[in-house]
RNA sequence: GCCCCCGUAGCCCAACAGGCAGAGGCGAGCCCCUUAAAAGGGUUUGAGUGCCGGUUCGAAUCCGGUCGGGGGCACCA
């Protein structure tokens, strides 16, 4: 490089080079001054507090090896913006991130290259945060945490021991300490469920009872086996297709021990309190999909001596039910089924087999075989009949009962009363085996469909005929209430959340285990429970099929850790410590109230401070607000997984009353993805993004035709970039302008890094209105703006106000640059007045805070603006003392008139109508009608 | 199959509560600076809002339908 080049450019142009000294020099300067420290009410972050407080948050990431790409910090940034804009406003901002740094991929990495998980993820933490402070983010460093720290994770086996030790009353709706049920069962209050006297039962008898209550119990139900990963997994980590999330490996359903959280407890007060949160609706929707309440009633059809009972939300239409269906692995199955087939017999009903014995084990067994996937793409009826038949107690009919996989016996009762007439996956079996349809709504006129599910009265049904729907519904549920053979009853699909994995990189269960295998929690004092070293990190996994094989833990191995010589008030004894794991979401179920008190060693938070930051503030959100955090932002993946778990924990903290919120996060708000373009080449392996040349629409590679994909950004699909590059090229403050100003934050993008040239330049121009590109002086006057200047400041002043505070930073840039316009072609370089350039380089600082900065203290400003002034509009600059008024003539604009401000409708409908091009058109006609939108316009309709 | 969101200039996006379709950026054209170049400056250019219909004096905006894209759920009784 020639030495000529240099010197083309000047010395003090806003350039990369410059831009990078300026923010090195600024972050610094942010961290020796705690700049973004907020104080606490009490405790060892004690300061003065104003009571205007804002607390925004993101969802802390995962410190993954491959580090920041240009897309994560999309969200960061925009809590940034909003936290800076707030604290320049006055208020005590509480805004920072930590680590969810539990999980799968440290500990993968530690099974191939034998490297302890915690060196990886401190090294992927360390990494992260030279990224994340190379952007400039204003976090309060003191209040970082790790969910690995033993100092963090401490307090999640403290708050799993406090839900361990709770139940659920639910004649109150309530969590309460376990020893106020142990005290009524002690008195006699509450019977024990055999009947026995408590004190006469053995400990052992006694947690059994306690089990059946607690909000975090043992249980040994069907649990989801995922042999690929040697471990279980939850109901929300397996995929629609029944595979699971993490690795997309066959799962099993399996009867194993596990830990269980009783959050259908909660399913009630998870879904009615949605409707107090200011979150996106498509959030709430999920959640109360996935919980999935539906109304309805058991009804008992009797079979012989035994009864099946069904679940129904429409038990309205029992007259129409013309068979019964029982799932294949009903209990019932077997004691209602019949020798031999009756005589009339419909050979469709046999499966072609001599008894229903036969018929139903072989259906079983083709049932059992067929996987998730192929019952849910093969929607084709398949069933057998049982032989029996059962009594339709409305009316004492005597219909045919059939064993079919389309019903499920994880919901409901596992058994339905088929109504073909109102329901069509009836309707398909009725017609597949030559069943009677008997419609009980009557389908609305010119209805042609199959079942009618829609609105309308009752027919064909007794009592209940002429009713409407939810009529008939209430009706009915008396009816068989008082004829004992049904109630009313509610139905959720949410299941009890698997809560224990067979991984080594996760909290330790506090619990051990006595010699007669009754759990035990470790005592409080003796949290926390660390994790031991191992020499093998890895859970046994297994081929992916073999559905007969059993989690083997990591921590099973650990000898020495897993037995412990404890006193637990009867004197020394040995115990086995429990083996396995929490999963990934315990850590992040909590963490914005560690946040909040992240170094008290006494408690997991203090009330005053969780009050402060978390609490309900009725007098500023409505009488009904559950407190939580200001604004909670992250992508919408994680709708029914953190966001459900995270409240059910809080709940339970609530009634237990140790926070004062029943919510965590007041307002949540997703933000769209940066997502990019990737090529691929003509034997379907990606290329390299960055070297793509387009030329006519195609795209180009080597000189070879590429094709373009549009989606994520990835190591595989080669197609990522990062900050760090960015930063160098053009500077942090560049890259945060140019992605907030690429859209909505609400709305995924696609990256063109070609693009962020634009912010640059902005940039560059706004720093050359204040500085002296050559000698790097402050070149601003003095002298007064004028008129068109201050209207055009204090239009900027009051849009960016506006913009800002709803997220609108794209609008809000727009209007800075167009400030910034304004004051280049007005004054030319160098010459704008101070008392424009000053508020300006005020609205700038929250996008692009180190160049901000820089041209503040420039400008002869002492310390930092983080704290604020914002510029305060002037209202007498808003409003113009003319408006130009566009004049329709049906619809047209034909002419225009510049009236005063405060001209009267009148006034403005005369001038209107003396105008000579509007005259001409009228051309002496009477207007049907002149319509006068004050400040807008004028519309004449001849 | 059911439910939700989105379609504005070559591209990314604006348009308060129906009122002149354009704020901003990229690109493109032209000019200036430059030996040259561009991560410099200036200036110009742009679509009638996916499509059809309705309501209205007036529709990007409201309503109905349709096409396209994205997402969620999916035999949950």
Redesign the pocket.
């Known amino acids: 490089m020639?030495e000529?080049?240099e010197e083309?450019?000047p010395g003090y142009?806003y350039?990369?080079?410059l831009a990078n000294g300026i923010e090195k020099r600024w972050q610094d300067y942010w961290e020796s001054n705690g700049t973004y420290h907020a104080p606490n009410p009490v405790g060892p972050l004690k300061g003065d507090v104003p009571e205007d407080k804002l607390f925004v948050q993101d969802m802390f990431p995962y410190p993954s090896g491959a580090g920041l790409h240009v897309g994560h910090p999309l969200g960061y940034i925009g809590t940034d913006v909003f936290a800076r804009y707030h604290r320049m406003n006055g208020r005590n901002v509480l805004h920072t991130m930590g680590f969810d740094a539990f999980g799968l991929p440290a500990e993968q990495y530690a099974v191939r290259t034998g490297q302890h998980p915690r060196k990886t993820t401190e090294d992927n933490i360390a990494n992260y945060l030279r990224q994340l402070r190379a952007l400039g983010l204003g976090h309060d460093d003191r209040r970082r945490i790790a969910t690995i720290d033993p100092g963090y994770y401490r307090w999640t086996q403290w708050i799993f021991l406090q839900i361990f030790n709770s139940w659920y009353d639910t004649r109150i709706r309530k969590a309460r300490p376990i020893d106020e049920l142990v005290a009524e069962f002690a008195s006699g209050e509450r019977a024990t469920p055999n009947g026995h006297m408590w004190d006469d039962l053995t400990p052992a008898e006694r947690e059994d009872v306690l089990r059946e209550y607690r909000l975090a119990y043992l249980s040994d139900a069907p649990v989801n086996w995922v042999p690929g990963l040697g471990t279980v997994i939850s109901n929300e980590e397996v995929?629609?297709d029944g595979k699971s999330e993490r690795g997309n490996f066959p799962v099993f359903r399996k009867n194993l021990r596990q830990w269980m959280m009783r959050i259908t407890a909660y399913a009630d007060r998870l879904i009615d309190d949605l409707d107090r949160l200011d979150w996106p609706?498509?959030v709430k929707?999920?959640q109360r999909?996935?919980i999935?309440r539906?109304h309805?009633a058991r009804i008992t059809f009797t079979v012989g001596n035994e009864g099946i009972e069904?679940?129904?939300?429409?038990p309205d239409t029992v007259f129409g039910a013309t068979y019964v269906v029982v799932?294949p692995e009903h209990p019932l199955v077997d004691a209602i089924a019949t020798e031999r087939w009756p005589s009339t017999v419909d050979k469709r009903w046999t499966g072609g087999a001599d008894t229903p014995a036969e018929a139903i084990a072989a259906y079983r067994l083709a049932a059992s075989m067929k996987s998730e996937l192929d019952?849910?793409e093969?929607?084709?009826?398949?069933g057998v009949f049982t032989g029996a038949f059962a009594e339709n107690p409305v009316n004492g009919k005597k219909i045919p009962v059939f064993v079919a996989?389309?019903?499920?016996?994880?919901?409901?009762?596992?058994?339905?009363?088929a109504?073909p007439g109102q329901?069509q996956?009836?309707w398909?079996f009725a017609k597949m085996f030559g069943l009677d349809i008997i419609r009980t709504v009557q389908p609305t006129e010119g209805f042609e469909g199959e079942a009618f599910t829609g609105e309308g009265p009752a027919i064909n049904s007794g009592f209940l005929d002429g009713m409407d729907v939810d009529e008939a519904k209430k009706t009915i549920i008396a009816w068989l209430e008082e004829h004992g053979c049904g109630r009313g009853t509610i139905?959720y699909?949410l299941r009890d959340w698997l809560f224990s994995r067979q991984r080594y990189w996760g909290e330790p269960f506090p619990i051990v285990y006595d010699e007669h295998g009754t759990a035990i929690a470790v005592p409080e004092e003796m949290l926390p429970v660390e994790l031991p070293e191992v020499d093998d990190y890895s859970p046994r996994t297994y081929d992916p099929m073999d559905a007969d094989t059993e989690p083997l833990p990591p921590l099973s191995r650990a000898d020495d850790w897993v037995e412990v010589e404890l006193d637990l008030g009867e004197g020394k004894k040995t115990y086995r410590r429990d083996t396995n794991t929490m999963p990934n979401w315990a850590g992040s179920c909590w963490y914005q109230l560690r946040y909040v008190d992240p170094t008290d060693t006494e408690r997991f938070c203090e009330p005053e401070n969780e009050q402060y930051w978390l609490g309900p503030r009725p007098a500023e959100h409505g009488a009904n607000d559950p407190g939580g955090v200001d604004l909670y932002i992250g992508g919408?993946?994680h709708?029914?997984l953190h966001l459900l778990y995270a409240r059910f924990w809080q709940k339970v903290l609530f009634d237990l009353g140790h926070v004062s919120g029943d919510e965590p996060y007041r307002r949540l708000f997703n933000q769209g993805y940066v997502q990019a373009y990737a090529y691929k080449d003509s034997r379907d392996v990606f290329v390299p993004a960055e070297e793509v040349e387009e030329r006519d629409g195609k795209f180009f590679w080597n000189g070879e035709e590429v094709f373009r994909q549009y989606g994520k950004m990835g190591k595989t699909e080669r197609n990522v970039v990062t900050p760090d590059e960015m930063c160098e090229?053009?500077g942090a403050d560049t890259f945060r302008f140019?992605e907030m100003?690429?859209?909505?934050m609400d709305?995924?993008?696609?990256w063109?890094t070609?693009?962020v040239?634009?912010?640059?330049?902005?940039l560059?121009?706004l720093w050359?209105n204040v500085i002296d590109e050559d000698t790097g002086a402050v070149v601003v006057t003095d002298a007064q703006p004028d008129e068109e200047t201050l209207r055009a400041l204090h239009k900027a002043i009051a849009g960016v106000h506006e913009d800002y505070a709803n997220l609108?930073y794209?609008?809000a840039?727009?209007?800075l640059?167009?400030l910034n316009?304004h004051l280049?072609?007005h004054y030319g370089p160098g010459k704008s007045p101070r008392a424009v350039v000053e508020p300006m380089v005020l609205m700038l600082a929250p996008l692009c805070p180190h160049v901000a900065e820089e041209l503040w203290t420039k400008l002869g400003h002492e310390g930092s603006l983080a704290h604020g002034p914002f510029p305060a509009a002037d209202e007498r600059y808003l409003v113009d003392d003319t408006v130009?008024?566009?004049i329709?003539v049906?619809?047209k604009?034909r002419a225009?008139i510049t009236v005063p401000a405060d001209a009267s409708r009148e006034q403005v409908h005369d001038l209107a109508m003396a105008d000579d091009k509007v005259t001409a058109l009228i051309n002496g006609a009477t207007p049907k009608?002149v319509?006068v939108?004050p400040g807008?316009?004028v519309?004449i309709?001849l």
């Open positions: 020639s000529g080049t083309a450019v142009r350039t990369a080079q995929t629609a609706e498509k929707s999920m999909n996935w999935g539906s309805g069904v679940f129904t939300t429409r799932a019952r849910q093969n929607k084709e009826k398949t996989d389309y019903v499920l016996m994880g919901y409901g009762t596992g058994a339905i009363m109504v329901d996956r009836d398909d139905q699909k919408v993946e709708a029914v090229r053009y140019y100003s690429m859209g909505p709305v995924s993008r696609p063109a070609k693009d040239i634009g912010a640059h330049r902005f560059q121009r050359r609108r794209n609008t840039g727009a209007k640059i167009e316009n280049t072609k130009e008024y566009p329709q049906n619809g604009v225009r009608k319509i939108v807008r316009l519309n309709v």
